[in-house]
C-alpha cells in the first residue's frame, strides 16, 4: 500500500503561500503558509497540526485494535494530540484519548492506551517523545 500527498508553494518563506492535497482529495488545494504555520488567526493548516491529526487518528485506530482483539466494542474513543514545538523542533508529542469501553475497567484502558501509545504506526515512524494519558468513562 502507498499514500501520497502534494504540497505546491510560491513565493518567499514570509509572504508566499502554498496547498497541500492528497490522494483522498479529503485536503485538496488547503491553504497553507508562514501565517498559518506561526501566527495565530490565520485560516488554513500547516505540517504540525497535519502531523498531530495524523497521530490522534492512528492512536485512536490502534487502540480500538487492541479492544477488539480483547473482544472488545467501544462505544466512544476521542483523542486529542498536542504536538509541542520549540523553536524550529518538534519536542513532543501529548496524546489524550477518552474512551467508554464496556468489559473493562480504567486501569485496563489505561494499559491498552499506553501499549498503542508506542506501537501505532505513526509512533513507530516519530523520533520525538510521546506521551499520553487515558480518560475512562463507565
Known amino acids: 500500500m502507498k ?3 502534494k504540497a505546491n508553494w510560491t513565493g518567499n518563506i514570509k509572504e508566499g ?3 497541500i492535497s492528497t490522494q483522498s482529495e479529503i485536503l485538496n488545494k488547503t491553504n497553507y503558509s508562514f501565517k498559518t504555520r506561526f501566527a495565530e488567526g ?8 497535519l502531523l ?5 487518528g492512528c492512536f485512536t485506530m490502534a487502540v480500538s485494535y487492541a479492544l477488539t482483539e480483547k473482544g472488545l466494542s467501544p462505544e466512544s474513543l476521542s483523542t486529542e494530540a498536542t504536538l509541542v514545538m520549540e523553536g524550529l523542533g518538534i519536542t513532543g508529542i501529548h496524546l489524550a484519548i477518552t ?5 473493562i475497567d480504567a ?6 492506551t499506553k501499549g498503542a501509545e508506542q506501537n501505532c ?3 513507530k515512524a516519530l523520533n520525538v517523545p510521546i ?5 475512562f468513562i463507565s
Open 107 to 112: 486501569v485496563e484502558f489505561e494499559a491498552v
Open 42 to 49: 490565520e485560516k488554513g493548516t500547516n505540517p504540525e497540526e
Open 3 to 5: 499514500r501520497t500527498a
Open 17 to 19: 503561500k502554498g496547498d
Open 121 to 123: 504506526l505513526i509512533s
Open 52 to 56: 498531530a491529526a495524523a497521530h490522534a
Open 99 to 103: 474512551g467508554k469501553v464496556s468489559g
Open 131 to 135: 506521551s499520553s494519558e487515558a480518560h
